[in-house]
Nanobody, 123 residues
Framework: QVQLVESGGGLVQPGDSLRLSCVVSGRTFSWYSVAWFRQAPGEEREFVSALSWSGSRTYHAESVKGRFTISRENAKNTVNLQMSRLKPEDTAVYYC????????????????WGQGTQVTVSS
């Protein structure tokens, strides 16, 4: 059983940056691809970014491409989502998720989830 814990959310202004972290425990971290999803009130959960288990592949939703970067620190069992030039429409609860296969953009393909961290972008 793998466990994920997100941190780093908060209230920021439009144009600011924020870094979210996801600590993965319980199994060999290097076996897992990790993705970030987000869910705004009244909306479906949507894919944001993903990083393969090897770290060689990344994928970002069009809405965040060029603004968000995903990376992993294997020594710390951590995946980071660096978010820059934040917009009000980025406001959501952000979740990290893991699977021991290659990355996908479908939430249903991920079996392990964190509890989420709130990101609010508002002036």
């Amino acid at each position: 059983q793998v466990q994920l814990v997100e941190s780093g959310g908060g209230l920021v202004q439009p144009g600011d940056s924020l870094r979210l972290s996801c600590v993965v425990s319980g199994r060999t971290f290097s076996w897992y691809s990790v993705a970030w999803f987000r869910q705004a009130p009244g909306e479906e959960r949507e894919f944001v970014s993903a990083l393969s288990w090897s770290g060689s592949r990344t994928y970002h939703a069009e809405s965040v491409k060029g603004r968000f970067t995903i990376s992993r620190e294997n020594a710390k069992n951590t995946v980071n989502l660096q978010m820059s030039r934040l917009k009000p429409e980025d406001t959501a609860v952000y979740y990290c998720a893991a699977r021991n296969r290659e990355i996908t953009t479908r939430a249903a393909d991920y079996g392990a989830w964190g509890q989420g961290t709130q990101v609010t972008v508002s002036s």
